[in-house]
């Protein structure tokens, strides 16, 4: 399968680089795009590319490929429409889009959005233990805790290409934008702040929410502390039994990235504890608790982003549904929305945008 990538910052580095270089039999990347020269030329000299583009439009035309990797930061809901028009599939990396507005605006075509956590093993495995148990209904709660260091301490180890050589400014300026039709254009710095946090990391966590137990049925209580990031704390109803609670942290200098993720049911807990998500064949620990105070530990060093690229070319080879596609990326967009929209609430914040209608 010939894979265009677009987006040559971290995650494609530190990740997708050294994958699909060992995965040659089945991926053969034809073409990078990035607005960084350097990055580009970075990419493609360690994936022996030659063609580099620093325009997306400019790359759809020319072709040459079978299918998109949108592995660029922020929203992907302009770019994954322009993909998805030119007729290619597209594998996009969380989150789909910021805005309702630009997912509604996508055209029909293969879309896969990566979750890689829906496809760790031991994810896969707490599946499988909690349908035995009943599914949904067996829940009492879910507990998340993630411990979030610097994302320049998480990615020390891996000598990346710096982009020295794009004026940001434009960007971020696009990007506050959407985020206007989101929340509103008075919309208060917090609350700016709990949506980007929702979006760009707590969305993995409403994405093993809805593997577990669906979508939250509602947001009823957001509350932050300790600055900006800073601690964020979420909590709700879950659709068929039970509570959800994620306490997220940024903490500049943990030694560690850790998140932990517990399933408390009827019987016992399903207790995940995930690894750094940029250390590679890192294992996700899975301690099953059952009767006697019997404690089992899972672990598999298959690697969850590797395990999503291969049900990406299931999905664009076989037509393999995905775990994720634009009905799963709508509905974490919603409910961060809703997690914005309930803390606008608490604090008395003027709410506009989308989020307006999710109060």
């Known amino acids: 399968m010939r894979l265009a990538l677009v987006g040559c910052g971290a995650v494609t580095q530190a990740v997708y680089v050294p994958l699909l270089s060992r995965r040659r039999e089945l991926f053969e990347v034809t073409a990078v795009c990035d607005l960084s020269r350097t990055l580009a030329d970075a990419v493609g000299d360690r994936l022996g590319v030659a063609r580099r583009f620093l325009s997306l439009a400019d790359m759809l035309a020319e072709g040459g490929f079978d ?3 949108l592995l660029s930061s922020g929203s992907h809901g302009e770019p994954v429409r322009q993909a998805l028009a030119a007729g290619y599939a597209v594998l996009c990396e969380k989150p789909l889009a910021l805005t309702e507005a630009e997912v509604a605006a996508l055209p029909e075509g293969r879309l896969m959005v990566g979750y890689m956590k829906q496809y760790d093993p031991a994810v896969r495995r ?11 209904a067996a829940i009492r709660s879910v507990e998340v805790t993630v411990l979030h260091p610097s ?9 990346l290409a710096q982009a020295r050589d794009v004026d940001a400014a434009p960007l971020r300026a696009a990007e506050a934008a959407i985020v206007d039709r989101a929340l509103g254009e008075g919309a208060a710095p917090a609350l700016r702040s709990v949506y980007a946090v929702a979006l760009g990391s707590i969305c993995h966590d ?18 932050t502390w300790g600055g900006s990031p800073g601690s964020i704390e979420v909590s709700g109803p879950l659709p068929v039994s039970g509570r959800y609670s994620v306490r997220w942290h940024y903490l500049e200098d943990y030694p ?17 504890v995930f690894p750094a998500p940029y250390l590679m064949n890192a294992p996700t620990v899975l301690t099953v608790v059952s009767g006697a105070e019997s404690r089992t530990e899972y672990r598999d060093v298959t690697e969850a982003f590797e395990s999503q690229l291969l049900a990406f070319h299931a999905f664009v080879a076989d037509g393999v549904e995905p775990l994720t596609g634009r009905a799963g990326a709508l509905a974490d967009i919603v409910t961060a929305q809703r997690i914005a929209a309930r803390f ?15 109060r």
């Open 206 to 223: 409403l994405s093993l929410l809805r593997r577990f137990t669906g979508s939250p049925a509602a947001v009823d209580h957001v509350e």
């Open 151 to 159: 994302g320049e301490s998480q990615l020390a180890f891996a000598n």
């Open 126 to 136: 707490a599946e499988e233990i909690l349908a035995g148990l009943g599914g949904a």
């Open 67 to 69: 299918a998109v990797l």
């Open 344 to 358: 606008a609430v608490q604090h008395d914040l003027d709410l506009g945008g989308e989020a307006r209608d999710r």
């Open 256 to 272: 560690a990235y850790r998140e932990t993720v517990a399933v408390h049911h009827d019987r016992g807990t399903l207790e995940l």
